[in-house]
């Protein structure tokens, strides 16, 4: 069985938004199976972008997408350990907080998000890639 802690040291700070904390800043697993998962973006399965002009509707189809590619290799969103966002925008970006929070809230992983200048397309707002741990 996967033990995994989420740890947060006194000498670091909690990322705190809107009543949320985002992210653990150190999570140990120990044993398991890593899952990585590459940027997703918010294209459904017919390779059309989702959401165009809109943060929210972009962030809730990562997120679908990160479930799908999560449970294919036998994980859930509850696996995961790390992620990393790119958004064009991250004042917008921090506003859906609870959109992000339905999919990250109950896993805690360790998080960075970065504002980059434009992702693979224009449309593209918000890409997500991560790392699960599940029993190996």
Do not use: C, W
């Not at 590459?38 to 479930?67: T, Y």
């Not at 992983?109 to 397309?121: I, K």
């Amino acid at each position: 069985m996967v033990k995994r802690e989420k740890i947060f040291p006194d000498s670091l700070a909690k990322r705190v938004v809107g009543g949320h904390v985002l992210y653990a800043p150190v999570v140990t697993v120990t044993p398991g199976k890593l899952v990585f998962v590459s940027g997703l973006l918010s294209r459904n399965k017919n390779n059309e972008i989702v959401g165009r002009g809109d943060m929210a509707a972009q962030i809730r189809q990562v997120g679908e997408n990160l479930k799908s590619a999560l449970e294919s290799a036998g994980a859930t969103l509850d696996n995961l350990v790390r992620t990393q966002t790119f958004t064009t925008d991250i004042d917008e970006f921090f506003k859906h907080v609870p959109v992000r929070m339905e999919y990250f809230g109950k896993a805690l992983p360790t998080s960075t998000t970065v504002e980059v200048r434009r992702l693979s397309h224009p449309d593209f707002l918000v890409e997500v890639e991560a790392i699960a741990v599940i029993d190996s």
